[in-house]
């Protein structure tokens, strides 16, 4: 397609870009269409047909906003596609998506980021004309007859070990001008870098507005120029906590404003119980419920959320909860359930030890001494290091990847499974002798 | 730490006051080991009991009361605890069953604290050991039962049910994944994942595929749009031909309808009437005409009717009136019927008063009283009431009073009575009291009884012993005193049988030395005879003759000399040559001899012997015979047998002086019992009397002369009280009295204030009623007289007004008021009918009246319509009525119609031929013909029935192409699929970390129990083996522990490395076991601070020496950390710990 002759099909009686005095332009990124959401919780199949394709969900919610909002744009800052993901039905579904909004005259601007990059579904699937995929080279193209210029480079391969910006063209001198860039930015340690560049060069080229992509976290950088990371419209798992949105761009008068709008369509989150002071297992189970149902209470509306529990502090019943764990886990779900709208993928403990009495000098707590001990020998450490090697053989692939992504972390796993398991054991053994 | 001072076992068992005194503590390091010695039924066991009993109190269930019952067993000791002595008794009461040492109660609590928390049966089973306890508290503690069972395999409480929680803790790891196993969480879980994999493959459509199914789409939907093309392009042209077809006819039907209209070309084009209307408009006229003629002829008929109607406005006027007076006629009629009853009432109510007043109030005849006067207010009536009750009241309780002054004065007399009697019968006091309480009787009869108590039985055993001593007849009032002790009668006794053995020994020895001299002698004489044999003596004496005779010879030198000393010599020679020939005879002979000098010698030696030991034999006899003589028994005795005697006459005088010394003790109290016995026997004139029994008559009297007293104390303030009572109840009586004679004043007062003196007061006073009576009857009549008043005023009134309407409506009346009224009402009504109808009549007539000008205006309304309509049509046109009007309009509207169809028929022609105008039109149908254009149709149509075939053709391939992608579909399995998949690889992850937590956490705590035992098996089990290593003298010289299930059980190894049982010992070996499991648990306490009393009770039975004497050392060793007491029968015991402890132990005896 010809830069800057862009199809529109616009919606009878739309009123011409032109004669717009405001206009709104939505953006994205990373949507990972069709990427599975890594959570326990999903076991629970009425909150799987609930969330089921979540990701699909949440993309199919940024058209509904983008129709909602009448916007003239949509841009997508890379990262559409998982790389793992390669079904073709996943295109279908995104050729549908994408079908409505050119039903409804909205342009379309995609850059590709590493995951697109790496996906073999992205060079086949047969976009609707209302998209603008930038290519390697980068280029600009007009929204419309508007005086807005969009701006973009694409990844051409899973990695782009260098800064992209010098492939962008200057701005459009008098006109509104958006970049385009899918970029970890400055990077974190240990993690790869994807066209790095920092906030400050973005700033100097001299564009209104940096859609960017890349990193899952919703990020403002700056305001004059805007540079911004709109995050992940799903989270996937717990380390993408939180809610997630688009960013939604008006544009009165060369004026620039932004702000976020809803995306997800569950939202993972860490929540903390403090059971302090607890005397007894029914108060600690009412703790659990009405921090629960304060937490529900406080959702917005038709808010759905997979919850990472916590119990944190001292109470006297820190043994019997240890002891009781699988209980506790199983009674938080349930309470969790009551609500419609929590759901609890994992309990955690995190509870003090009751402060030392004169019964910690108990057979138990030298055991547990003795335990500790144990755990600190070289002999135990190798019989334990086969046992780890031999289950986790057990488990697919991507998943021993995960849990061992280099060689540190097995001996990290190791000891803590020790160490967690010791504590369970120290548990129940008090539990026992009570 | 605990120590036993001493024991009183006062009532308990068979004791009777027995006493265990274990001394002072010793010195640190110093054992504190006793062995307690007493034959058997001596009461070891009891006395251990009784230890425990002082510890523990008293069980509901006793088995030391055979002797004492037990409300009267008691316990005391002297506990040193912690290095105070306390004293404390126990008796068999509820609790608090502790004394302390001047008989204060004591908690439970007081004792227990210094237990150990040992429970009685621990206690039983640790440290207080007999055959049956050692071996089931033995047992227990091998089978970790009870805290020190415990102790001694785990060292602490709640490790064995560990391995429980472990087996629970590996089941659930196994659960979770188990090496090949396929029934685990995990392994399911894989299938589960493998299943989901394999649905994903067969559903999923990867890229390539997608992109071949597009292009095709795409090809097919190309084509399809290609043959619609050409289709399209065939119908345009079939459409063509069509239209010209159609065309031809309107093109002629045009020119003819032209052709038609051209005379009406002034005829307006639009006309808006509407015919419908005209129609309408004609209905309407030839209504209203009609209409308005028969209005005109009824409003004439009803003016007419108007006319003849008569009206009279006097009887108009008095209708209201009249039915006014409705209701004053209805009340006229009721008192026409009530009249003369309500009357007659009243009379019989004045007739029921005047009786009241004679007959109730006792008007007399001749005075006539009004009623009325004798009528009273309701409030005067109430205070007569009120005034009148108070009267009666007062009158009657002021009699009740003086009912009771009589009876209690009735009462004093008996009273009075009673004491006299009393004071008649009280004895003269005696000084049996001042006796009584001089002495302190009951105290003194206490102390008399435990005086007795303790006495009687020493006496009965000083009696007993005595009787025992009785011999051959003879017996002892008093024990007889003996020069000889019983160890030196058994010295003496000891010595006779020793001299009278060595003298018997002797004496067989001497004569086995006498038959042997005799065989000597023989032997000799038989030699000597049968041999012929020269002795040595005389061979001697051959020899001496010959020399004597040499000598001679030698002195003389003769031959007579020489001859006979040839003679001798040739005798010597002789004999010498004869021994030589017989010399082994003479040696043998010579033995003999020698033998023989040498057995009589030591005859001579022993027979000297025999007769000191048979000297020795008789001092030592005479010394026993005298001893007995001196013992005063009369008769011979054997030795023995006095030995014997002796014994028992320690047992007998060790009796008197118990006996003696209990009398010295209770002396005192029988001596005031003697002399309460002497004051009382006189008082009480009994002769000989036992004090038990005096004591107890003087008790009785003493009672009975108290209660006595009791009693006239009791009649005396009863008369007391009852005068007080009396004074008080007449001053009460003559207030009352007063009271009432004041109220009768009063009453009477009023009586005559409100009554004539014709009226008898004294019926008032009865009653009241006649009064209310006459009350309630005025009432009556008082609304009766109000009654016929009204009914003759209602009658009057009704009257008056009919005669007054009668005579302004002009009606004459007659005196019968219901008659006139009826007639006038009669008249009103008449009127009002007349008048209703004509007001009728003219409303009816103003309504036509008015109708009928309404039509006219109709009428007048159409003309004008028409004359407007006409003017629209052109000049010459007919429109003068309704109805030409309505034939013009009709032939216009004709006209109209054509000119819009030539107009629609020319635009149809233009639109079939889809040209602009008309000439164009006629143009291009000019020169055509139907049947040119049918030929060129046909044709057209067979083209496209082909075109249609394939472009039906091309949209199936295309929809099946599209149907093809389409299937691809954005639906949303596949994604269900992999999020399922991962959540069961999170699931997998999950159980194999928990598994692997668990398994790990499992191996840890498995360690770490394993080395926990190993280090706490020691303490306990260390103490153990060193002390059943010690007791067994090294013969088991290892213990262990084995794990066996849940439990654990106790090995002893031997030397050879042999593991044993328990149960497999020998009764000596395992109770060594079980002493070392005691020794080593009484070690742990004592370590832990509780140092208790440990009794054993002759367990040692079952000991060799050796280990007996390590038992000792064991005791011994414990007596050192606490307090080690054994208790035994067996002196041999005694002696093994007296050689192993010196005297570092302690014995006691009991019994003794």
Known sequence: MRPGALKLHRREGAPEFGRRSLIKILHTADIHLDSPLKSLALRNETLRDHIQSATRQAFARIIDTALAEGVAALLIAGDLFDGAQRCAKTAAFLSGQIERLRAAGIAVFYIKGNHDAENPITGEVALPDNVHVFDGRGGKVRLGDTDIWIHGVSFTGRHAPDSLLPKFGAPVPGAVNIAMLHSSLAGAVGHDTYAPCSVDDLAALGFDYWALGHIHKRQVYRDAPWIVMPGIPQGRDIGEAGAKSATLLTIEAGQITVEEVPTSVVTFLLHDIDVTGAESDDEIRQRVRSALHALSASLAPGETVILRLTLAGRTARHWQVLRDAAIWAETAVQIAEETGRLWVEKLCLALEAPRATAADTAATDEIARLMAQISTEAGFAAQALAEVEEVLAQLPPARRAALLPDEAAMSALVRDLAASGGTHLVALMKGASE | ?1152
């Open chain 2, 1 to 1152: 730490m605990m120590r036993l001072r001493q024991l009183d076992l006062e009532l308990f068992g068979g004791f009777s006051g027995q006493s265990f005194d274990f001394g002072a503590p010793r010195g640190d390091g110093e054992p504190d080991f006793h062995v307690i010695i007493g034959r058997n039924e001596a009461g070891k066991t009891t006395t251990m009991e009784g230890f425990l009993r002082l510890l523990y109190g008293f069980p509901h269930r006793e088995p030391y009361d055979f002797l004492h019952q037990r409300k009267n067993l008691r316990v005391s000791g002297v506990l040193d605890i912690d290095g105070t002595e306390m004293a404390f008794t126990r008796l068999p009461n509820r609790e608090p069953s502790l004394r302390d040492a001047r008989g204060a109660e004591l908690p439970t609590s007081a004792l227990q604290a210094h237990l150990g928390g040992l429970s009685e049966e621990d206690y039983r089973n640790l440290f207080c050991l007999d055959d049956a306890t050692i071996e089931r508290g033995g047992e227990e503690i091998t089978r970790a039962k009870g805290d020190i069972g415990r102790l001694l395999f785990s060292a602490a409480a709640g490790i064995s049910d560990l391995s429980e929680v472990l087996d629970r803790v590996r089941a659930e790891a196994d659960g979770l994944y188990r090496k090949r196993a396929s029934t685990t969480r995990l392994a399911s879980l894989k299938k589960d994942h493998a299943e989901v994999e394999r649905q994903i493959r067969e559903l999923d459509i990867s890229a390539a595929q997608y992109r071949k199914l597009k292009q095709a789409a795409d090809e097919a939907d190309a084509e399809e749009k290609r043959a619609l093309e050409h289709r399209r392009g065939l119908f345009a042209a079939k459409a063509q031909l069509e239209a010209r077809g159609k065309a031809l006819p309107l093109l002629g039907e045009i020119d003819a309808l032209g052709a038609r209209l051209v005379p009406f070309a002034a005829w307006p084009a639009r006309l808006d009437i509407d015919p419908e209307t005209l129609v309408r408009m004609l209905t309407d006229q030839a209504t209203a005409q009609s209409r308005e003629h028969a209005l005109g002829a009824e409003i004439d008929t009803l003016r007419a009717e108007l006319a003849g109607i008569e009206q009279h406005p006097e009887h108009l006027a008095i209708s209201g009136e009249i039915e006014e007076l409705d209701a004053l006629r209805s009340r006229y009629m009721t008192a026409d019927l009530d009249l003369d009853r309500r009357r007659r009432a009243l009379s019989g109510i004045l007739q029921d008063m005047r009786q009241v007043v004679a007959r109730d109030l006792g008007a007399s005849g001749d005075v006539d009283v009004d009623p009325d006067r004798l009528v009273l207010s309701s409030a005067a009536l109430s205070d007569l009431d009120a005034l009148r009750d108070a009267m009666r009241d007062a009158e009657r309780l002021a009699e009740t009073e003086r009912s009771e002054v009589a009876d209690l004065a009735a009462r004093i007399v008996a009273a009075e009575e009673a004491q006299r009697k009393l004071a008649g019968e009280m004895s003269a006091g005696s000084d049996l009291e001042e006796v009584c309480a001089r002495f302190d009787i009951d105290a003194l009869s206490q102390r008399f009884i435990a005086a007795t108590s303790a006495v009687e039985p020493a006496r009965a055993r000083a009696q007993g012993a005595l009787d025992a001593l009785s011999i051959k007849g003879q017996s002892f009032d008093a024990v007889p005193t003996c020069p000889l002790t019983l160890e030196e009668a058994e010295a003496l006794l000891d010595s006779v049988q020793k001299v009278t053995l060595r003298h018997d020994a002797a004496l067989r020895e001497i004569g086995e030395h006498r038959a042997e001299l005799a065989e000597r002698a023989a032997r000799i004489g038989r030699i000597k005879a049968t041999s012929g044999l020269i002795e040595d003596a005389q061979a001697q004496s051959l020899r001496a003759g010959r020399d004597d005779l040499w000598a001679e010879h030698r002195a003389q030198l003769n031959a007579a000399t020489a001859a006979e000393f040839e003679e001798a010599m040739v005798r010597v020679d002789t004999a010498m040559d004869l021994r030589l020939s017989h010399a082994a005879d003479l040696g043998t002979l010579r033995q003999h001899e020698q033998d023989l000098a040498a057995l009589e010698a030591r005859a001579g030696l022993m027979d000297q012997q025999i007769a000191a030991l048979a000297a020795e034999r008789q001092t030592a006899l005479d010394g026993l015979t005298s001893a007995v003589r001196q013992a005063g028994i009369g008769a011979p005795m054997m030795p023995e047998a006095f030995v014997a005697w002796l014994r028992k006459l320690g047992t007998a005088a060790q009796a008197a002086a118990e006996l003696r010394r209990l009398q010295e003790d209770h002396r005192e109290t029988f001596a005031r019992a003697e002399r309460l016995i002497e004051r009382l026997a006189p008082l009480l004139r009994r002769e000989e009397p036992r004090f038990e029994d005096i004591v107890a008559e003087a008790k009785a009297i003493l009672t009975g002369q108290r209660a006595h007293k009791e009693k006239l104390r009791a009649a005396r303030s009863r008369v007391e009280d009852l005068a007080g009572e009396r004074e008080k109840r007449v001053a009460k009586l003559a207030d009352m009295e007063r009271k009432a004679a004041s109220l009768r004043r009063d009453w009477a007062e009023k009586i005559a204030q409100l009554f004539p003196e014709a009226v008898n007061a004294s019926l008032l006073e009865a009653s009241l009623k006649p009064l209310h009576d006459l009350r309630a009857l005025d009432t009556e009549r008082i609304a009766l007289e109000r009654q016929v008043l009204g009914m003759e005023a209602d009658q009057a009134q009704f009257s008056a007004r009919v005669r007054d309407l009668g005579a302004r409506a002009g009606v004459e009346v007659s005196e019968a008021p219901r008659a006139d009224y009826d007639a006038l009402v009669a008249k009103a009504d008449e009127a009002v009918a007349a008048e209703e109808k004509s007001r009728d009549l003219e409303e009816r007539i103003a309504a036509q009246d008015q109708a009928l000008s309404e039509t006219r205006r109709t009428l007048d309304d159409i003309r004008l319509a028409v004359e407007k309509m006409a003017r629209l049509f052109p000049e010459g046109v007919e429109t003068g009525s309704l109805e030409a009007l309505r034939q013009a309009v009709s032939t216009a509207a004709q006209v109209i119609g054509d000119r819009g169809r030539l107009a629609q028929l020319e635009r149809d022609l233009l639109a079939t031929l889809a040209l602009a105008d008309l000439d164009a039109a006629r143009q291009s149908l000019a020169e055509t013909s139907q049947a040119d254009l049918r030929a060129r149709l046909e044709e057209v149509e067979a083209d496209l029935e082909t075109a249609e075939a394939l472009y039906k053709a091309k949209i199936e391939a295309r929809a099946a192409a599209e149907q093809e992608l389409l299937s691809i579909g954005g639906d949303a399995e596949v994604v269900r699929l992999v999020e399922r998949k991962t959540t069961l690889e999170l699931e997998m992850q999950e159980a194999a970390l928990r598994h692997l937590e668990l398994s790990l956490g499992y191996h840890l705590a498995d360690a770490a129990i394993r080395r926990y035992r190993d280090t706490h098996r020691s303490a306990m089990m260390q103490a153990t083996e060193t002390a059943f290593a010690e007791l067994t003298n090294g013969a088991y010289s290892q213990l262990r522990t084995q794990i066996d299930g849940a439990s654990e059980t106790l090995l002893a190894f031997d030397s050879k490395g042999m593991a044993r049982q328990a149960q497999d010992m020998s009764k000596g070996t395992r109770f060594q076991l079980y002493l070392a499991l005691r020794a080593a648990a009484y070690e742990q306490l004592a370590h832990q601070g509780t140092s208790l009393p440990f009794f054993c009770d002759d367990i040692f039975e079952t000991f060799d020496e050796d280990r007996t004497r390590s038992a000792c050392r064991v005791m011994e060793r414990l007596g050192r950390r606490g307090q080690a007491i054994y208790l035994t029968h067996h002196r041999h015991v005694v002696d093994i710990a007296r050689e192993v402890c010196a005297d570092r132990v302690q014995i006691h005896q009991i019994g003794v």
